[in-house]
């Protein structure tokens, strides 16, 4: 999955990577790793966003 412009530290595009048993949110261009929290919230935050797009 791929979020753009949601890197809390530079504003960069989120990607997840790692295998799937150690998956892990990371940013294409600083190199930040998100943690468990800020990866809960990014979910939860594409899910609302889905929830309201998709009823317009």
Do not use: F, K, N
Not at 9 to 15: A, F, I, K, P
Not at 31 to 42: R, S, V
């Amino acid at each position: 999955m791929l979020w753009l412009h949601a890197c809390h530290r530079c504003g960069g595009d989120l990607t997840e990577d790692g295998i799937s048993y150690e998956a892990y949110v990371i940013c294409l261009q600083c190199g930040a790793i998100l943690t468990m929290d800020q990866e809960l919230a990014l979910r939860a935050a594409g899910r609302r966003r889905q929830v309201t797009s998709g009823a317009a």
